[in-house]
C-alpha cells in the first residue's frame, strides 16, 4: 500500500499529510462548476479545462467555423388521410420516390397499401399520429373535409407538422386549418389540377397551384416545405404560386363552368357519331371525365367556392341571349319572306345573308345525318352560350376548361348564319334546345335542392348550430 501511494505522481514524498485508511474515505459529491484542488483527476486534465486556461478556449471558440444547415431532407414520412381513389392514385407516386406513406379512411384498405411500396395501412388514426409523420395530407372530399380534421388526434403529433390539402376549392381549406391547428403547425394549401384519368400517363406540364400559408422560419420547416413541393417538381408538374382566393375567382370558370357543361350535355343524352368529322367528339370526352368524378365534387365546387353561384346565373343569361339572338333572325327571315322586308332596318341584311346561306346549306346537307347535326347543333350552341360569358385563358386551366375554349375559337370562325341553318335544317332543333334548357334546369335544381335540404336539417334537426352568426355546413 506505502508503495502503491509513494510510486503515485499526485503524492508528496517527504511526509503524508493525512493519516493511512484501511477503508475508503466517505463519498464527497463533486462540485458541478470546478475540480477539487487535489484531485488526482486534474492531474490529466488537458489544459483548456484549467481554470487558468479560459483565454485559451474563448480563442478556440473564436476561430471556430458555424456548423453549415443541415441539408433538405430527400424523403419524408407522409400520412394520407383519405385514402381512397386519389389518395391512392397520388401515393403510388410518392412511394416510387421513396417517400414512406402512412395511410388511413373509414374503408379498409390494407391490401392496397401492401401492394404499393413504403406504404403502411393504420385502422386506427391515434397509431397513425403517434408514428409522427413529417407531413399530414388531407385527401378527402370538399364535403367532409372539416370532419376528418376534428377527428384527428392532433394531439399526438409533433407540434411543428405540415399540413397539405388536395381539395379543388381553396379558400375553404385555408379557413379551417388556420381556425382549427395550433399556431405550431405549418400548412401548405394546394391543389393539384389533375387526377387519375387526366394524370395516369404522368404528371409532365400539368399544374400544380400551391399557397404556402404558415410556414415556420426554422431551416428545418422550410426544407421539409421545399422537400413536399419537389415531390411535383420532379414529376414535371407546372408549378404555379397562387393566393387561395385568386384561384377561387379563376376555378370558378375553369372547373365549376366545366363541370356544368359536362353534365347538362350528359342530361341531354346524346348519341355520339363514330363518323363524326366536325371535331365535336372532345364533348363527349368532356362528359366522361366530368361525370367520372362524384355528384358530391361537383356539389362542393359549388358549395366552397363563393364565385359559383354567380357563374351558374351567368350562365342560364347568357343562353336566354343565345335562344333571342336565334328567335329574331329567325323572325327577320321569315319577315322578308312575307313582306320582302324585315320591317327592322338593323336585321335586314343579316336575314338576307342568313336567307341565301340557308339555301345553299339545304341544297349541300340533305344527306347528312341527323344525329350528327343535332350534334353539331348543340355543340354550337354551348360555343354560343360560352362566347357570351367572355371566357379567357388562364394559368390554372384544365383540360376540359382548354376544351371549352378550343370549342369556342371553333365558333368564332363559323358564322351565325351556319347556326341558323342547321337549326332551320334539323327537324328536332327546337326540341334540343327545350331538351337543353331542360337539362340546365335539371342541374340547378339539383344544386340548390342539396343546398336547401342541408340548411333545412341544420336548422331544425339540429338546433344551436348556427351560433355567432355563421353557419356550419
Known amino acids: 500500500m506505502l508503495s502503491t501511494l509513494a510510486s503515485h505522481p499526485c503524492t508528496n514524498r517527504p511526509s503524508l499529510p493525512f493519516p493511512l485508511r484501511l477503508s475508503p474515505p466517505p463519498f464527497v459529491p463533486l462540485s458541478r462548476h470546478r475540480l477539487p484542488l487535489h484531485s488526482c483527476h486534474s492531474c490529466h486534465a488537458s489544459p483548456s479545462s484549467l481554470p487558468n486556461s479560459s483565454a485559451s478556449l474563448s480563442l478556440s471558440q473564436s476561430n471556430s467555423k458555424p456548423h453549415p444547415p443541415p441539408p433538405p431532407p430527400t424523403t419524408l414520412k407522409i400520412a394520407i388521410i383519405g385514402f381512397g381513389n386519389f389518395g391512392q392514385f397520388l401515393a403510388k407516386y410518392f412511394s416510387q420516390q421513396g417517400h414512406t406513406i402512412l395511410a388511413h379512411s373509414r374503408t379498409d384498405y390494407s391490401s392496397i397499401a401492401n401492394s404499393l411500396d ?59 386549418f388556420l381556425e382549427r391547428l395550433p399556431p405550431d403547425f405549418d400548412i401548405i394549401c394546394t391543389h393539384p389540377m389533375f387526377g387519375p384519368e387526366s394524370g395516369k400517363y404522368g404528371w409532365n406540364g400539368l399544374p400544380f397551384v400551391y399557397e404556402k400559408v404558415r410556414i415556420g422560419d426554422s431551416h428545418e420547416r422550410v426544407s421539409r416545405c421545399e422537400a413536399f413541393l419537389n415531390i411535383f417538381k420532379k414529376e414535371g408538374c407546372r408549378m404555379i404560386d397562387m393566393s387561395c382566393k385568386e384561384h377561387d375567382e379563376i376555378a370558378a370558370e375553369s372547373q365549376f363552368l366545366t363541370h356544368t357543361v359536362g353534365r347538362v350535355l350528359a342530361e341531354m343524352r346524346l348519341k355520339p357519331n363514330p363518323d363524326d368529322s366536325m371535331g365535336y367528339d372532345t364533348l363527349f370526352q368532356l362528359i366522361e371525365n366530368t361525370c367520372s368524378d362524384s355528384f358530391e365534387l361537383y ?8 364565385n359559383s353561384t354567380d357563374l351558374l346565373d351567368r350562365i342560364y343569361a347568357a343562353y336566354e341571349e343565345v335562344k333571342k339572338d336565334l328567335r329574331r333572325m329567325v323572325q327577320g327571315i321569315l319577315r322578308r319572306r312575307l313582306f320582302g322586308t324585315t320591317g327592322v332596318g338593323e336585321l335586314e341584311d343579316p336575314a338576307a345573308r342568313c336567307e341565301a346561306f340557308l339555301e345553299s346549306f339545304n341544297k349541300e346537307m340533305v344527306d347528312l345525318d341527323e344525329n350528327a347535326t343535332g350534334v353539331h347543333f348543340v355543340a354550337l350552341t354551348i360555343g354560343m352560350i360560352l362566347a357570351k360569358l367572355g371566357l379567357k385563358p388562364t394559368s390554372i386551366a384544365t383540360k376540359g376548361y382548354e376544351t371549352l375554349l378550343k370549342l369556342v375559337e371553333d365558333i368564332s370562325s363559323e358564322s351565325f348564319d351556319l347556326y341558323i341553318a342547321l337549326f332551320m335544317h334539323i327537324k328536332n332543333s327546337n326540341e334540343l334546345l327545350d331538351q337543353l334548357d331542360i337539362s340546365l334546369a335539371k342541374v340547378r335544381t339539383e344544386l340548390y335542392g342539396r343546398l336547401h335540404d342541408i340548411l333545412r336539417r341544420q336548422l331544425f334537426d339540429q338546433p344551436g348550430i348556427i351560433s355567432n352568426g355563421r353557419t356550419r355546413m
Open 299 to 306: 356539389y362542393g365546387l359549388f358549395m366552397y367556392n363563393k
Open 118 to 176: 413504403n406504404t403502411i395501412f393504420f385502422k386506427d388514426p391515434h397509431d397513425l399520429c403517434e408514428s409522427h409523420p413529417d407531413v399530414v395530407l388531407l385527401c378527402t372530399s370538399i364535403l367532409s373535409a372539416e370532419k376528418v380534421l376534428r377527428s384527428i388526434p392532433i394531439q399526438r403529433l409533433r407540434r411543428s407538422t405540415l399540413f397539405v390539402d388536395v381539395l379543388s376549392v381553396k379558400e375553404f381549406p385555408r379557413s379551417i
